[in-house]
């Protein structure tokens, strides 16, 4: 299983990224895949996770209205649009797989990080 994340840079406040998670080496289509994020001396939290057919999305409440996750099964692709980007969304962004396909579920791989800078 490899879960490779791209797209992280240095955004100003109010900026957009687009972060995209390469995934492989499993059925990409049996699994919900999900976007972590770790801040400088916090603790990982959930960000956002796809289900692995129906579409069922999860947000963190501090993201909703601003995050959007998608995934292009053809490609076996899952993107993170991200808008209105804060300060306080800096971290590094891991995406991972869940052990099922449902969203609320534990992760059983997860890939490197990107990391986000959003200036003020």
């Known amino acids: 299983v490899q879960l490779q994340a791209s797209g992280g840079g240095l955004v100003q406040a109010g900026g957009s990224l687009r972060l995209s998670c390469a995934a492989s080496g499993f059925a990409f289509d049996d699994y919900a895949i999900g976007w972590f994020r770790q801040a400088p001396g916090k603790e990982r939290e959930a960000v956002s996770c796809i289900s692995n057919s129906d579409g069922t999305t999860y947000y963190a409440d501090s993201v909703k209205g601003r995050f959007t996750i998608s995934k292009d099964n053809a490609k076996n692709m899952v993107y993170l649009q991200m808008n209105s980007l804060k300060p306080e969304d800096t971290g590094v962004y891991y995406c991972?797989?869940?052990?099922?396909?449902?969203?609320?579920?534990?992760?059983?791989?997860w890939g490197q990080g990107t990391l986000v800078t959003v200036s003020s």
């Open positions: 991972a797989k869940n052990k099922g396909g449902v969203v609320a579920g534990p992760i059983d791989y």
